[in-house]
């Protein structure tokens, strides 16, 4: 399944456009990076995936339809599944974004 390209065009629509956000087809889905980190992409499996500060990670898990994102068979640390239902409406989509390049902007850009 390809990822969900409205779901693509709102988080587009949503990002601010600065020199440090990029995009990246990874994993079947699209990307969207800041300073080389992910930050949030638009899933093949639908819904969004959520780059999290790892403090905030279990009470981010406890809301609904938010899980931790498997990959592998294995729980990626810090990153977790929002469901489409969950980030239906722009105000919700636009908190998960914020969240996601909050803390990727607190990372050290990636070297290219």
Known sequence: MAYD???ADRIRELIDPTPDVSE???????????NGNMAV??????????RVDPEEST?????EYVGAMVMGGREMNNWLRVDGAAVADDE?????IDRGISYARSLPPKEK
Do not use: Q
Not at 59 to 63: D, E, I, M, Q, V
């Open 24 to 34: 990246k087809k990874m994993f079947g889905g699209l990307a969207f990076l800041i």
């Open 5 to 7: 390209k409205v779901l």
């Open 41 to 50: 992409a638009a899933s093949r499996t639908g819904g969004l995936l959520v």
């Open 92 to 96: 919700a989509l636009d908190e998960w």
């Open 59 to 63: 009470t981010l898990l406890a809301r």
